[in-house]
Nanobody
Framework: QVQLVESGGGLVQAGGSLRLSCAAS????????MGWFRQAPGKEREFVAA????????YYADSVKGRFSISKDSAKNTVYLQMDSLNPEDTAVYYC??????????????????????WGQGTQVTVSS
């Protein structure tokens, strides 16, 4: 069992930055690839970014590539999402998720929410124009 708690959301003007944090507790953090997803009002949840167990491999949705950066600090059991050049289309609830990959390559990750085993409660990000 893994518990995930996101923080760092808030209201920011277009062009601004935010850094989201996701603190994990429970099972060994190193067993999990981690991902960030988001859901805007009236829309389906969408993939944002993922990072492998090793931390060396990352992947981004086209809509955030070059603006967002995912990273992890294994010593703190925390994964981050640095979000720069925010625009109103980034407004959503952002969710952190953990994908148990103990039996998979430490360099692998998934962009499908269906592969993730644990989810945080979400943190609201609102970007004003």
């Amino acid at each position: 069992q893994v518990q995930l708690v996101e923080s760092g959301g808030g209201l920011v003007q277009a062009g601004g930055s935010l850094r989201l944090s996701c603190a994990a507790s429970g099972r060994t953090f190193s067993s999990y690839a981690m991902g960030w997803f988001r859901q805007a009002p009236g829309k389906e949840r969408e993939f944002v970014a993922a990072i492998s167990r090793s931390g060396s491999n990352t992947y981004y949705a086209d809509s955030v590539k070059g603006r967002f950066s995912i990273s992890k600090d294994s010593a703190k059991n925390t994964v981050y999402l640095q979000m720069d050049s925010l625009n109103p289309e980034d407004t959503a609830v952002y969710y952190c998720a953990a994908d148990d990959r103990r039996y998979s390559s430490r360099y692998s990750y998934s962009i499908s929410g269906n592969d993730y085993d644990y989810w945080g409660q979400g943190t609201q990000v609102t970007v004003s124009s």
